[in-house]
Nanobody, 122 residues
Framework: QVQLVESGGGLVQSGGSLRLSCAAS????????MYWVRQAPGKGIEWVSH????????KHADSVQGRFTISRDNAKNVLYLHMDTLKPEDSALYYC???????????????RGQGTQVTVSS
């Protein structure tokens, strides 16, 4: 079955960096658009970034543009999110996901991992 396992979260000071990883299995990863989404306490799922199967098409939310970079290694079935210049408002549970639809108020995904917590202190 589909498995998405995130890692790399933690507590970091404002301005710091983290790299999240997501190990994928149970589906054709190299043929699948992949997403990072996040959820802060009391809020809905927010789309962060997505990447095409071959990695040539990448898009980031305006709130993270220029600070976050999504990438993938299809040989290893791993998705990454490199986060720089972190801000307290980036604190959330970050999920690796597939089959996502970005709605006006919330993003819905067919499959998500268990998430990895990112906490940015001011």
């Amino acid at each position: 079955q589909v498995q998405l396992v995130e890692s790399g979260g933690g507590l970091v000071q404002s301005g710091g960096s983290l790299r999240l990883s997501c190990a994928a299995s149970g589906f054709a990863f190299a043929k699948t658009w992949m997403y990072w989404v996040r959820q802060a306490p009391g809020k809905g799922i927010e789309w962060v970034s997505h990447i095409s199967p071959n990695g040539q098409i990448i898009k980031h939310a305006d709130s993270v543009q220029g600070r976050f970079t999504i990438s993938r290694d299809n040989a290893k079935n791993v998705l990454y999110l490199h986060m720089d210049t972190l801000k307290p408002e980036d604190s959330a549970l970050y999920y690796c996901a597939r089959d996502c639809l970005m709605g006006v108020s919330e993003t819905r995904c067919g499959d998500r991992g268990q998430g990895t917590q990112v906490t940015v202190s001011s």
